[in-house]
C-alpha cells in the first residue's frame, strides 16, 4: 500500500508541482463540502513518521480514528501503520494523502524545512493542523502560514505543549506576572541547555533504499547523503534547522513572551554572540548563544544557553519567580496566602482560552469540534519563534539589529532583511 513517489523528471513534470505563479494543486475546502466524520471521532493522518511524529500520531489517534501516514523513510511510515491493524493506509508523499477527502485533520512532525509547505497545503486542502514545533523555518515562512491559516478559517495548533501541560506550572507562571505581582520593567531570561551535539566532517555514503533522500532534502540545497543530516539530527544544521536556539527556545521563549504581554508582537532591537562551529560537512548550528531582545513598552527577552536550570526566569521591581517543566519557584509565589493561592489556581484557568488544561492534543481536537482558538495558536507562536529566528541572524551577523514589528522587517539592514526568508531549490516552491 505505499504510494511511492514520482521519479524526479516526473515529479517536476507533475501539475502537482508547476513552476511558481501557477495554479495550486489543492482548491480550498471548505467544511460544509468535506465528508463528515460518522461518529464523534475525527478522520485523521500522521505526516512526518520519525520518533517524534510517531508520538504525537499515537496521541492523536486517542481522540480520532487514524487512516493514513506520510513519510519519506518508509520504515518508519511502516513501523507506525503497524499499529494499527491495517486500517492506516501509507504514503511516501504528503500531496497524494492530502487529496483524500474523507481526512479532516492531520499532524506534522516533519523536519522543520518541510513545516510550511506541508502546513499550507494542507490548509488549503481543508483539514485542520497540529504542527510540531518550531512553527517554520524561517520568519517569512511563518508569515505565509498564518496568512494562509486566516483566509482558510481552520483551526492550527502548534505543538508548544507548555501551554497545556506540565501541572499549569506555566499558566500559573503567566497568571502571576500578568497580574502585576512582580510589578513592571519586566525582564524574561530564557534558557536552553547547551548539550548541542558536536561532530564533522562526516563521510557520505549511498542512501538507504527506504529512504527518498532527494524529497527529504525538499527545498533545501541539494548534496549528497551522510546520516547525520537527516532524522533527529537534522536539528543541528543551518539548512534544516536553527538549532538549540528553535528546538528548545521555541519552548522557553515562548514562555517568556506569553507572560511578559507580548506574544502578539515583536522586538524593536535585537543583539547577541554565539559560537557557530565551521566544519566542512559537519554541525553547524550555534553550540552556546547569548542574545537581548528589547520591546516597545521596555520590557527584556534574553535567551541563551545554559548548562543548568533550562526554563524561564522573569524578574520585576518586586520579585522574581522561575519556571520549567520540574518546578515553579520564586518568593513572590511562597509569600502568597492560602486565599491568594487559591485565587492562583483560577487566574491561571483564564490564560486556557475556556477549556480545562491537561492535554494539547485533546484541546486541538476539542477546537475541532466548536471550532474556537487552540491553546497555542499559529499566530501567537509564529511571534516566539521569529524572535528565535531574530536571535540566530543577529548572532550570525554580529551586531546590533532594529526590527519594525508591525511590517516584520529589519530597518535600514537590507543584509539582515535578506535573511528573513531562503532561497528554495527549484521544484519545491511555497504555496500561498
Known sequence: ???????????????????????????????????????????????????????????????????????????????????????????????????????????????DHWHAAIAIAALKAGKDVYCEKPLALTIAEGKRICEVAKRSGRVFQVGTQQRSEFDNKFLKAVALVRSGRLGKNLKATCTASDDTPQGGPFANTDPPPHLDWDFWLGQAPKVSYCPQRCHYTFRWWQEYGGGKMTDWGAHTVDTGMWALGLDRTGPIEIEGTGDFPHIPNGYNTARTFNCTLKFANGSTLCVKSSPINQGCLIEGENGRIFVNRNRLSGKP?????????????????????????????????ECIKDRSEPQSDVFTNHRSVSACHLSNIAMRLGRKLRWDPEKEDFIGDAEASAMVSRPRREGYPLES
Open 1 to 111: 500500500m505505499y504510494e511511492r513517489l514520482l521519479d524526479r523528471r516526473t515529479f517536476l513534470k507533475s501539475s502537482a508541482v508547476a513552476a511558481v505563479g501557477a495554479a495550486s494543486p489543492y482548491l480550498w475546502t471548505s467544511s460544509q463540502t468535506r465528508a463528515a466524520s460518522k461518529n464523534d471521532r475525527p478522520v485523521v493522518a500522521a505526516i512526518g513518521m520519525g520518533r517524534r511524529g510517531t508520538d504525537i500520531g499515537k496521541q492523536a489517534a486517542a481522540f480520532g480514528d487514524m487512516a493514513a501516514c506520510c513519510d519519506v523513510d518508509r520504515q518508519h511510515a511502516e513501523t507506525f501503520a503497524a499499529n494499527f491493524q491495517g486500517r492506516c493506509r501509507i504514503y511516501g508523499d504528503y500531496r497524494k494523502l492530502l487529496d483524500r477527502q474523507d481526512i479532516e485533520a492531520v499532524t506534522i512532525a516533519a523536519p
Open 333 to 365: 509565589l511562597e509569600e502568597l496566602t492560602a486565599h491568594e493561592r487559591e485565587w492562583l489556581e483560577q487566574e491561571a484557568l483564564k490564560f486556557y482560552k475556556g477549556k480545562q488544561p491537561g492535554s494539547h492534543m485533546r484541546n486541538f481536537f
